[in-house]
């Protein structure tokens, strides 16, 4: 076991709140003391006051003070001792590298090659629970978006900022991608890994088929789905500004046209043992794609990781809060008012005897007891009469001094 310590140490600033607060509970309980004693005679105050002693206050200042103070304690997050967690295993490694040049502008998909591109990835992203995915864009060059994850939420974040523009222009290179997620994956455990390729093809003075050679090498396969026309299409910029449709047009004023280069592509999958699904500017079946392409690979897990983390103790500060929230108006209880509150409900709860057998088990007054009863009464009218008497005659007598 080691020391104690604190995760959030930043939170120690609250002591002083606590501080302050605790001062103004004392100052607010001695203010109330000394009322009390200005107005209220202190042979008086055990019997016209009904108030807890003072020991009993004080025990319920210091218990608010304590839940104040196991809270910021909770903050603060105290740890000690240590636990491993193990990383959940997986059946893959998928690096998902995703064309960013501007030929995905291409609108012979609906609304672009890009936009669909992203849409089917958000699509397929269910059927590999359990996997760790990657994001790679690429156009002149290739930049990780985001590493190898099971955290889909952060890659769908990272997906949806993704556009033209992401990393580094000019024409596509497909050796690029290839290189950069051959070196993201790891080396460890019977894992699958696959590099899933959306692009239109296009490759601008690369070597695609040497980066591919090196990926089967180490056992990497490459899937790839093609976007776009094969026949061509041409490419539309829309400025945000004007919502306007601009043609891309070469040095010469000629419009660039952007087609689907299926043999390059074809190749490539085929050195690695993989598989090409021409997309065109159709609908995908992910979902028979998922099938008959991807789950095949899945095989084995990976090794077993994990990581040492220390214990987290601040459930503990903020069960000693609660005790202390609830215990506090209870130590202002008195004993005897409690036992008296009891007994007053079991006396409702359960009659006497006497009341459970009717009339009959209390007797009657007789006429000499009912008598003296008068008598005593009628004695105490007549002496009430004369010290009202008497007190009316001293007055009288003190206002004629005064004349």
Known sequence: MTGLT???????????????????????????????????APAMQSRGVDQPGDWRRALRIGLLVLSMLAIVIALMRPQWGFEFIEAPQVGAEIMVALDVSRSMLAEDVAP???????????????????????????????????PLT????????????????SVSPGGTRLEEPIRKATAGFGNSGDLSRVILLFTD???????????????????????????????????????????ARNRVVDSGGSPVISRLDGDLLR?????????????????????????????????????KRGRTVQKDGFQWALLLALLALVASPLAQVR??????????GLALGAPPEGWAQGADALPPMNEEEMT?????????????????????????SMVRERI
């Open 267 to 303: 190749d490539l999958a085929l050195e690695t043992q993989g598989a090409y699904v021409p997309a065109g500017t159709g609908v995908l079946d992910l979902e028979s794609i998922f099938e008959a392409h991807i789950r095949p690979l899945m095989r084995g897990t990976g090794e």
């Open 372 to 396: 003296a009863e008068q008598e005593m009464m009628d004695q105490e009218e007549m002496m009430a009469e004369e010290e009202l008497l008497s007190g009316e005659a001293s007055a009288d």
């Open 201 to 243: 093809g296009e490759d601008h003075d690369s070597f695609p088929l040497d980066a591919a050679r090196e990926a089967a090498e180490r056992g990497i396969r490459i899937i790839i789905i093609g976007f776009g026309d094969e026949n061509g299409s041409e490419i539309f910029v829309t400025d945000p500004q004007t919502g």
């Open 112 to 146: 672009n090659r890009l936009e669909r591109a992203k849409a089917e990835l958000r699509d397929l992203l269910p059927y590999l629970s359990g996997d760790q995915v990657g994001l790679i864009a690429f156009a002149g060059r290739a930049s990780v978006l985001c």
């Open 6 to 40: 604190f995760a959030e140490p930043q939170f120690v600033h609250g002591l002083w709140i606590v501080a302050v607060l605790g001062a103004l509970l004392v100052g607010l309980e001695l203010r109330r003391t000394h009322l009390l004693d200005r107005f209220v």
């Open 150 to 165: 099971p955290d889909f939420g952060f890659l769908r974040l990272v997906l949806d900022n993704v556009d033209v523009g």
């Open 335 to 344: 004993r005897r008012t409690s036992l008296g509150l009891l007994l007053f």
